[in-house]
Every structure is written in structure tokens, then in C-alpha cells.
């Protein structure tokens, strides 16, 4: 149980167009999600948290016009990154966890790419 | 500097025992985790100890935690060439369900033959 699938794995787009990830929990409801992202070399850091039905919170340094959540059901998280340039270009990875249960559960991330 | 730390990479030869370590500042953790990854692929959870143990064993993995020195270690016994991975060290700091993790840069796993 506690499955996150994460659509696309991989993304390619031109420069000022926009982007949209999904994050889904499978076989259980998320209040919330958690969208990091991750750098070469360089650990994962927090972007957001996405609640159910209410204003994405962001971490500080995050801008929240660029980087688009919307949590509109309890098994779906979606970032959407606009107007891309070519240093957003990375690797996203969404989170969720299970209530009960201590762990949290990865997706398996998507690749982006802005050329 | 960085909340968690972790060395960049770590070479053990197949048979042995890995020994994976972290530090970390919050003393007010409340859970720990360790995380593998593989290229190009998601975070996959190993193991997680509570802050209140010392200890925790599953099966080839061993967890250390002393929260006196804010210190954490994974040990794999018996390492074999599917251990290759980056491993990643994390801390959740509140009792809270709705909390992100800060994660270590993660150590990188190579297994010599």
C-alpha cells in the first residue's frame, strides 16, 4: 500500500512555456502532499506543501507564481511550473504520507528539462 | 551550514558491512529516516527510528540514533552490488502530519567487487 505515481517521468519544453506535474496517491487519501526538488549532487530541498482544498504553504526562497500547486482532490497534487527558463530545469519529486503511518512515500519523479 | 550531513560517498567491498552516517541539528527531531535512491529513479524508504530509541534492527539493516551527539547511522551487513545507491539521511522535526523532511545531500554507495 502507499503508493505515489508521479506522471511525467520525464519532460522536455521550450523556454517561457509551462509546465504541469502530477502527483497521485493511489490506494489512499492525502490531506496533504509534499513537492521538493532535487539538484545534481545536491540533496532534496522542500518546495511546498500542498493542502487538500487550501492554499499550497511554501518554503522560503520558493516563488509561488513561478511554481503553481493546486491539491483540488484528496488523491491528487498537481505543480505546475510557468513561464519555464532553462535554471528551472531539475528534478521534482512529490510526496505523501499515509496517516498512521510514519514513512512518507515518493513518487518517482519527473526530469525536466527547458531548452 | 546544513542541518543534516552525511558524507558524499562511501566504498566497501561486496560481503561487507556498510556503515552510512549522519548528523543533524534539530534536537527537536521527532523522526528519522533513511532513504535509497537510484539512478534516475524516486526515493524508496528503508528503515525510520523514533527519536525515544536507540536502536532499531530489520533484517541486513541496522539503525543507530544518539541524540546526544544529534548523530544517526545506517549499517547494510552483508553488502552486495544491488546496495549501489545514494543513501539519504532525513529529519522530520515536529509531531505534526503535515511536515516536509530536510534531507541530507546524500552518500553514494559504491560497491567494489
Known amino acids: 500500500g502507499a503508493v505515489v505515481s508521479q506522471h511525467p517521468s520525464r519532460v522536455i519544453c521550450k523556454s517561457g512555456t509551462s509546465v504541469k506535474i502530477e502527483c497521485r496517491s493511489l490506494d489512499f487519501q492525502a490531506t496533504t502532499m509534499f513537492w521538493y526538488r532535487q539538484f545534481p549532487k545536491k540533496s532534496l530541498m522542500l518546495m511546498a506543501t500542498s493542502n487538500e482544498g487550501s492554499k499550497a504553504t511554501y518554503e522560503q526562497g520558493v516563488e509561488k507564481d513561478k511554481f503553481l500547486i493546486n491539491h483540488a482532490s484528496l488523491t491528487l497534487s498537481t505543480l505546475t511550473v510557468t513561464s519555464a527558463h532553462p535554471e528551472d530545469s531539475s528534478f521534482y519529486i512529490c510526496s505523501a504520507n499515509l496517516v498512521g503511518y510514519y514513512g512518507y512515500t515518493f513518487g518517482s519523479g519527473t526530469r525536466l528539462t527547458v531548452v | ?113
Open chain 2, 1 to 113: 551550514g546544513e542541518d543534516v550531513e552525511q558524507s558524499l560517498f562511501l566504498s566497501v567491498r561486496e560481503g561487507d558491512s556498510s556503515v552510512i552516517n549522519c548528523t543533524y541539528t534539530d534536537s527537536s527531531s521527532t523522526y528519522l529516516y533513511w532513504y535509497k535512491q537510484e539512478p534516475g529513479a524516486g526515493l524508496q524508504l528503508l528503515t525510520y527510528i523514533f527519536s525515544n530509541m536507540d536502536m532499531k534492527q530489520d533484517q541486513r539493516l541496522t539503525v543507530l540514533l544518539n541524540k546526544k551527539d544529534k548523530h544517526l547511522s545506517l549499517r547494510i551487513a552483508d553488502t552486495q552490488t544491488g546496495d549501489s545507491a545514494i543513501y539519504f539521511c532525513a529529519e522530520r522535526r515536529s509531531g505534526g502530519g503535515a511536515d516536509g523532511l530536510t534531507f541530507g545531500k546524500g552518500t553514494h554507495l559504491i560497491i567494489q567487487p
